[in-house]
């Protein structure tokens, strides 16, 4: 199998792993909280019911930034997949969220205008750790293609403590979660008033819902770069964080902005930063 082929293959199973990871995502918080919860399939349905139903705007350009962020997601995805450069896949997964932001800012209601608002801090809190966990890979690998960095003969974990740990903290707003979950969020009590998402319906509803599933396997490929050396252990890991954002989502309530903000460039910082240091004056 060709590379072309890898990245079509692994571009197909990509949105359909994401929507079950979030089904069974649904199932475990339904399970914290006492419930049965829906079917783990739940999230493909949803999304075939958006498609059929009617695309309501407040103006029609909204939903052309909505269209672009799921080509940016999309493309962020094939970056990944084809092994190319992970700066690449971080500043294309940028865009797609300036396109997200912009899609919600164009909406003009002062839910979504409040909700684009906190996603730019979102933003701004995460992208750091993201940054500076490429660049600690770079140091150790000597490549920022991840190809390259997968291919690593140790987990980069033994080397990277700090990094791992400062890019867990931010994990819970690329998925959605509590205590970040500022802009949006999947839980009941937000489903009328969704923030961010309050002004779009339809197909692009359904656009946005499938750019999350792509997020969320572009963060747990993230993550599984970590313990890369060995493939199965990296899974493993990678789902175990993942579930445990989820605990920490039923266990935390949200925080303000201030102090998501804070606390994740603090975090960032002084273990993210203070670990590329460390390696800095090792390799000296």
């Known amino acids: 199998m060709n590379n072309l082929s890898k990245v079509l293959l692994?571009?197909?199973?990509?949105?359909?792993?994401?929507?079950?990871?979030?089904?069974?995502?649904?199932?475990?918080?339904?399970?914290?909280?006492?419930?049965?919860?829906?079917?783990?399939?739940?999230?493909?349905?949803?999304?075939?019911?958006?498609?059929?139903?009617?695309?309501?705007?407040?103006?029609?350009?909204?939903?052309?930034y909505i269209m672009f962020y799921l080509i940016f997601m999309i493309f962020s995805a094939v970056l990944f997949f084809a092994g190319e450069n992970l700066l690449l896949?971080?500043?294309?997964?940028?865009?797609?969220?300036?396109?997200?932001?912009?899609g919600a800012f164009k909406a003009s209601s002062p839910y979504s205008f409040t909700g684009a608002q906190r996603e730019v801090i979102?933003?701004?809190?995460?992208?750091?750790?993201?940054?500076?966990s490429a660049i600690?890979?770079?140091?150790?690998?000597?490549?920022?293609?991840?190809?390259?960095?997968?291919?690593?003969?140790?987990?980069l974990a033994l080397y990277l403590p700090g990094l791992l740990f400062s890019?867990?903290?931010?994990?819970?707003?690329?998925?959605?979660?509590?205590?970040?979950?500022?802009?949006?969020s999947s839980h009941a009590h937000q489903e009328l008033v969704k923030g961010?998402?309050?002004?779009?319906?339809?197909?692009?509803?359904?656009?946005?819902?499938?750019?999350?599933?792509?997020?969320?396997?572009?963060?747990?490929g993230f993550s599984w770069l970590f313990f890369a050396a060995n493939i199965f252990l990296g899974a493993g890991v990678s789902?175990?964080?993942?579930?445990?954002?989820?605990?920490?989502d039923n266990t935390f309530a949200r925080l303000k902005w201030q102090m998501t903000l804070g606390s994740c460039w603090l975090v960032t910082f002084i273990l993210?930063?203070?670990?590329?240091?460390?390696l800095h004056l090792i390799k000296r």
């Open 10 to 64: 692994y571009l197909a199973l990509s949105p359909l792993a994401g929507g079950l990871i979030y089904g069974l995502d649904r199932k475990f918080t339904a399970r914290l909280q006492g419930r049965v919860g829906p079917p783990i399939w739940q999230p493909y349905l949803d999304v075939l019911k958006l498609f059929h139903k009617e695309t309501l705007v407040v103006r029609k350009s909204q939903n052309i």
């Open 89 to 102: 896949v971080i500043f294309a997964l940028t865009i797609a969220g300036v396109f997200f932001v912009l």
């Open 122 to 132: 979102q933003m701004m809190s995460s992208e750091p750790a993201l940054f500076l």
């Open 136 to 155: 600690g890979m770079y140091m150790i690998t000597g490549s920022f293609y991840i190809s390259r960095i997968a291919s690593f003969g140790e987990p």
């Open 167 to 184: 890019f867990i903290y931010i994990l819970p707003i690329k998925f959605r979660k509590s205590p970040f979950d500022l802009s949006t």
């Open 196 to 220: 961010l998402t309050t002004d779009f319906s339809g197909r692009a509803l359904a656009m946005i819902e499938i750019g999350h599933w792509l997020e969320i396997i572009l963060m747990l």
């Open 239 to 248: 789902l175990l964080i993942y579930f445990f954002t989820v605990l920490v």
């Open 272 to 278: 993210g930063a203070g670990n590329i240091v460390v």
